[in-house]
């Protein structure tokens, strides 16, 4: 089954808890992109490798800028990502052993 491509304010959640999936978010913003999000940083995030983090790092903030998506606060950034994992749950993308894994490995 194919991952979800999280919204961008997922990801704006995981940057403000300081989990940020940089190797993952080239393809969201490729992903974003054609689903109508365009800026020059989210093209210039989504034309960046994997094995780019540092690029990656330096312009997630901006690339989700052109997406309209700040950064939130921290309290709104655990309840927009525990949202988004009930989400994957819910919809089959996730199963409950990935579930309780993710949250394990955010709280360590």
């Known amino acids: 089954m194919p991952a979800e491509i999280p919204a961008p304010a997922a990801a704006a959640?995981?940057?403000a808890l300081d989990l940020s999936p940089t190797?993952?978010?080239p393809l969201w913003a490729?992903?974003?992109l054609a689903d109508g999000e365009d800026g020059e940083h989210l093209r210039?995030?989504?034309g960046?490798?994997?094995s780019e983090p540092r690029e990656v790092h330096d312009?997630?903030?901006a690339a989700l800028a052109d997406c309209r998506t700040p950064i939130p606060a921290v309290a709104d950034a655990a309840e927009a990502a525990f949202t988004h994992l009930a989400r994957l749950f819910l919809n089959g993308h996730l199963s409950e052993r990935g579930l309780l894994?993710?949250?394990h490995?955010?709280?360590v």
Do not use: F, M, P
């Open 13 to 15: 959640a995981w940057i």
């Open 23 to 25: 190797s993952d978010l």
């Open 30 to 32: 490729a992903h974003w």
């Open 44 to 46: 210039h995030l989504a």
């Open 48 to 50: 960046l490798s994997r």
């Open 59 to 61: 312009v997630q903030e």
């Open 101 to 103: 894994n993710d949250l």
């Open 105 to 107: 490995s955010d709280c």
